[in-house]
């Protein structure tokens, strides 16, 4: 068992744990031919004593079949003592049972044997800059708290300022609300949340989508029916608003009911008063109504397909969602908040993003809002194998529709450069701060001094030196444009191999 050497040492540490002494003889030569410093563990008892003693190495190499601990009960060990620790499992036996266990216990990825040496270096380099990524990003220190957020609504964008201004406006009464905006934007989490700051939060709130449920079932689930009114109705059965009765219903995707069923809701609003199917009695009944769609309603009207006296009843007050578009410098704060639940839930580990995933995160449209950028954070917080989210880690349709390619290996950029928003929402910023076209197929309109003059300005702010930094940002981006092919990147910017990768150190 060799020591492993300081963390002072500029090259990178890699740590290799394998019972086959030939193993790590070849693995040591390949790896040190990058000037890689490399340690060995004969065992995986042996490799566990070296990351717990410290200092943690930047990768190891595992083998998955050993005498004594194996390598998945090791990886289990690393992972606990050091959360952060990046390991490459190593097997001969490409099981779907080896991948899966692998990634199950937080492995970075894991190699076959016998090793091609250039796809251990390729996939050495991606698991280092990925280390370096995330070592970059720095501790996480939270900028919201998430008990401030309790309604789940978050951002302090002007138009969600002017929503939270509204929903307090209209708590105090029983006033009709029609909530509009594209799918995705919140508009249940604001329904909600006037009900629960309203004099009716003690009693029921009751959620109907519309959209959901067939023409000739609607008016049974809201309104109920009596026993024998159709085929089926083996029983008495109370709709929605006898069981919301004192409390608020959310009929959504209102703009879906038929005009039928739209006649009764009227008759809800003008007298408070409902009928079962096949029944003859009048029950009176005392509900809020809150609306909300994503269709045009006037346009509905003007076609005949939308009641207009019923718009106008429920079009009393008016709470327009914005796109994600229109608020983008909420997204840092709408992610942080997305991580947070998550990690509360136990559902992922990860708690902050990396600069360049925010980036992409940022120059993305959210065509599905809210609702879509919650799914990536969620599904890129379960693949990300430490607390960082990285691009890689990031869905390839998100990282193509920004025009970066599908397949991002490890980790781009060690930049720390905060998240800066777009300065308004027709022109969102890109990773580098400069505004995107309103065509994204089409160049910004940005000449290289301008480029040059705000590239300057944002580095000079910075403590360490300007070229080396500006450099290393170019090596990264270059590298991120050439999909991971080192020569390739090297090439674009006309550099030897060896000075370019000394200028992403």
Not at 133 to 154: F, L
Not at 202 to 222: Q, R, T, Y
Not at 468 to 496: I, V, Y
Request: hydrophobic share 45%; net charge neutral.
């Amino acid at each position: 068992m060799s020591a492993l050497p300081s963390p002072a040492a500029k090259p990178p540490t890699i740590l290799v744990i394998d019972d086959d002494a030939e193993i790590r003889y070849s693995l040591n030569r390949v790896l040190s031919s990058r000037a890689w410093q490399v340690a060995e563990a004969a065992s995986g008892e042996q490799g566990v004593a070296l990351v717990k003693k410290g200092p943690p190495p930047d990768l190891v190499f595992l083998d998955v079949r050993m005498g004594g601990m194996s390598g998945l009960e090791a990886l289990q060990h690393i992972r606990a003592a050091s959360p952060k620790q990046l390991v490459i499992l190593m097997t001969a036996f490409g099981t779907a049972q080896t991948a899966i266990e692998a990634m199950k216990f937080g492995a970075f990825d894991y190699v076959m044997k016998p090793f091609d040496p250039a796809k251990v270096l390729a996939l050495a380099e991606n698991a280092l800059k990925a280390h370096a990524d995330m070592r970059a990003v720095g501790d996480y220190k939270p900028t919201i708290n998430s008990e401030d957020y309790k309604e789940g609504i978050v951002g302090a964008s002007p138009v969600m300022q002017e929503v939270f201004k509204i929903i307090g406006q209209v708590t105090a009464s029983d006033v009709t609300v029609m909530i509009t905006g594209e799918s995705g934007t919140g508009k249940e989490l604001v329904a909600r949340s006037i009900w629960k700051h309203s004099h009716r939060a003690g009693k029921p709130f009751i959620a109907v989508n519309c959209a959901a449920i067939p023409d000739n079932l609607i008016e049974s689930e809201l309104f109920g029916h009596e026993k024998g009114s159709f085929t089926g109705a083996t029983g008495q059965r109370l709709g929605k608003f006898e069981l919301c009765d004192g409390g608020t219903i959310f009929l959504d995707e209102i703009g879906d009911m038929a005009l039928a069923t739209q006649t009764k809701i009227l008759r809800v609003l003008q007298a408070g008063e409902i009928q079962r199917v096949g029944g003859t009695e009048t029950i009176k009944v005392d509900v809020r109504i809150l609306a909300a769609t994503n269709k045009d309603l006037e346009a509905m009207v003007r076609s005949k397909t939308f009641r207009e006296d019923l718009y106008y009843r429920l079009n009393v007050v008016r709470i327009k969602m914005p796109p994600l578009r229109e608020r983008f410098e909420d997204i840092p704060s709408i992610v942080e908040f997305c991580l947070q639940t998550l990690v509360k839930q136990r559902k992922a580990r990860a708690t902050k993003v990396a600069p360049e995933a925010m980036a992409v995160i940022a120059r993305h449209r959210w065509p599905g809002n809210v609702r879509e950028l919650e799914n990536v954070i969620y599904r890129s917080a379960v693949i990300a194998q430490g607390d960082t989210i990285l691009l890689k880690d990031l869905p390839a349709e998100i990282r193509e529709a920004v025009g970066l390619p599908a397949s991002v290996d490890g980790a781009t950029s060690s930049s720390n450069a905060p998240f800066e928003p777009p300065a308004s929402p027709a022109a969102p910023a890109g990773a580098a701060g400069a505004p995107l076209p309103a065509d994204p197929g089409s160049p910004p309109a940005l000449t290289m001094e301008t480029a040059l003059d705000f590239v300057y300005a944002q580095l000079s702010s910075a403590d360490a030196p300007i070229l080396p930094r500006l450099e290393r940002e170019l090596a990264a981006r270059a590298l991120q444009s050439a999909g991971g092919d080192t020569a390739a990147a090297a090439k674009l910017l006309g550099l030897t191999k060896a000075a370019f990768q000394k200028r992403l150190t």
